[in-house]
Structure formats: structure tokens, C-alpha cells
């Protein structure tokens, strides 16, 4: 199975703060990686697919990008709306696979 | 829009059968979509459980592949999951969901259902 591992687990930031998650992969992928935004309650919503595509609707403070089999999501000035826990996701290779999460609370 | 609901039991005796369903509205279940599950313990993270196609094709997570049984009813628009012998780890939000066909995300996704392993 290929391992996604994010970090960090659990992220303090301010509204307006640029930040950035990390997602490696057990072995390449291509780009076939997707990020998803959870909120407490609610489920999983597409951010980004393809490494570096942004779903429709979603806005353009978010980004994706990648390096070998290092993925980055990228917020580039965090709103209120954006306080939740993101995870990637893997679809090249059964099983699909998710990484742990990550949280990012207020500071 | 598209829209995905799940319905069935929220608790589950041990050994028994896990079985729920997932409306669509919204999308044609014959369209070429993948139409998945996914559950998440509580506290804790994503498990892909599976998916299938509206002719019957199948992929499975090979560690709950032996339990698991999924269906699609195009004439109601609905699929279906079924995880026998459930235990207490089957404890779960679980989640139905849509691909597009080929290398794609889960793109919809239902609100989840809880559904809780106790005697």
C-alpha cells in the first residue's frame, strides 16, 4: 500500500496567515493527488485534485503543488472559514489511500 | 445539483451485517461515475472502503474485501454497501461518494451516516 504522511499533525495560525501543508508519499504517484477540506461535523469537500488543480468553487487562496512525491496545499491569507482539518489523498495505486490529516486550529 | 444521501441502521450488533444505502439525485447512477464508500472512526482519519460502477465492476480495499459486498439499483438511482461480521472497529461515520471515471478525486460526497458496533 503507498503511505501518505502529512505534518504537521496539528497547525496554530492567525487569520490572514500564509500556511502550508505537507503530504509525501510512500513512492511516486504522479500527480494523482487530491486535497480535501473537512470541517468539524461535515464531510470531506474537494479542494484540489490533480496535485495542483483547483475544483470549481473553490477559492483561489488555495493552491497545490508538488515536488517528486512531496505535495504541498498551500493557503495564502487563511480566512475564518478555513479553520478545519485538510487531508490528501492518493488515487494511483489500490488501495486508495488517505493521509493522517492535518488540523489547523487559531492561534 | 448533485446530491448523495445515505440512510440505514445507526446501530449494529457484533457478527451482524452493516448494511446502508446511498440515494443519488442530481446524476444518472448509469452516467460514467464511480460510486464509492469511505468511513471515518470516530477521531480519527479516512478509510477508502471501496466503489462501483453502474455494470456491476467492483474495487475493493483488500482489507475489508472479504466482508464486503456492494450493489447499484439503477431503477431507484441508489447503491448500496454490505460489511458482514462487523465489530467494534466498524464503528464509523461512513460517507457515500462519486468519482468521474479514469484518474479523478471524490468529488461528492453525502453528509455521512453514524453507524455504531454494540450489542
Known amino acids: 500500500d503507498i503511505q501518505m504522511t502529512q505534518s504537521p499533525s496539528t497547525l496554530s495560525a492567525s487569520v490572514g496567515d500564509r500556511v502550508t501543508i505537507t503530504c509525501r508519499a510512500s513512492?511516486?504517484?504522479?500527480?494523482?493527488l487530491a486535497w480535501y477540506q473537512q470541517r468539524p461535523g461535515k464531510a470531506p469537500k474537494l479542494l484540489i485534485y490533480?496535485?495542483?488543480s483547483l475544483e470549481s468553487g473553490v477559492p483561489s487562496r488555495f493552491s497545490g503543488s508538488e515536488s517528486g512525491t512531496e505535495f504541498t496545499l498551500t493557503i495564502s491569507s487563511l480566512q475564518p472559514d478555513d479553520f478545519a482539518t485538510y487531508y490528501c489523498?492518493?488515487?494511483?495505486?489500490?488501495?486508495?489511500?488517505f493521509g493522517g490529516g492535518t488540523k489547523v486550529e487559531i492561534k | 445539483q448533485v446530491q448523495l444521501q445515505e440512510s440505514g441502521p445507526g446501530l449494529v450488533k457484533p457478527s451482524d451485517t452493516l448494511s446502508l444505502m446511498c440515494a443519488v439525485s442530481?446524476?444518472?447512477?448509469?452516467?460514467?461515475?464511480?460510486w464509492g464508500w469511505i468511513r471515518q472512526p470516530p477521531g480519527k482519519g479516512l478509510e477508502w472502503i471501496g466503489y462501483?460502477?453502474?455494470?456491476?465492476?467492483?474495487y475493493y480495499n483488500a482489507s475489508l474485501k472479504s466482508r464486503v459486498t456492494m450493489s447499484v439499483d439503477t431503477s431507484k438511482n441508489q447503491f448500496s454497501l454490505k460489511l458482514s461480521s462487523v465489530t467494534a472497529v466498524d464503528t464509523a461515520v461512513y460517507y457515500c461518494?462519486?468519482?468521474?471515471?479514469?484518474?479523478?478525486?471524490?468529488?461528492?460526497w453525502g453528509q455521512g451516516t453514524m453507524v455504531t458496533v454494540s450489542s
Open positions: 461518494t462519486r468519482k468521474d471515471a479514469g484518474n479523478f478525486a471524490f468529488d461528492i
Open positions: 442530481g446524476d444518472s447512477i448509469s452516467s460514467s461515475k464511480w
Open positions: 462501483i460502477y453502474y455494470n456491476g465492476d467492483t
Open positions: 513512492r511516486s504517484i504522479s500527480s494523482w
Open positions: 490533480k496535485a495542483s
Open positions: 489523498q492518493q488515487y494511483d495505486d489500490y488501495p486508495l489511500t
